[in-house]
């Protein structure tokens, strides 16, 4: 599982999201989870819309709750987990895809069934 902290007015954010959006759709084997931090659901709609993007599991976390107890300093973080729920690997900053195929093949790695995934 992936989780990406993030929000519509964070620069970083909305560089790599297109990027998390294409791998969401090409990797069926990880989900992937956009967890919006602080922003109200019209806000995030707005934003999803406009930037063209489909994204499933998206959630809005009003209170910024995830990202404390999860210990987040900076927008964006995505958290890796295996599939025993165990954290694995976290980047804060913006993904590319480059980063996104190695943080991937760490959670492979770790003894999951993760598809290959090569750089754009």
């Known amino acids: 599982m992936v989780v990406n902290l993030w929000a519509t007015w964070c620069p970083p954010c909305r ?27 019209v806000t995030v709609q707005k934003y999803l819309t406009a930037s063209q993007l489909v994204l499933a599991n998206v959630v809005l976390d009003s209170g910024k ?3 404390e107890q999860l210990g987040s300093t900076a927008l964006p973080t ?4 295996d ?13 590319s895809s480059a980063s996104l195929a190695s943080k991937l093949a760490r959670i492979e790695a770790a003894g999951t069934n993760v598809p290959e995934v090569t750089a754009r």
């Open 15 to 41: 560089r790599e999201m297109p990027e998390l959006a294409s791998a969401q759709q090409q990797i069926p084997g990880v989900i992937f989870a956009f967890a919006n931090q602080g922003e109200n659901p």
């Open 65 to 67: 709750k995830l990202g």
């Open 78 to 81: 995505t958290l890796f987990f």
């Open 83 to 95: 599939a025993s729920g165990r954290l694995v690997d976290t980047h804060i900053g913006a993904l």
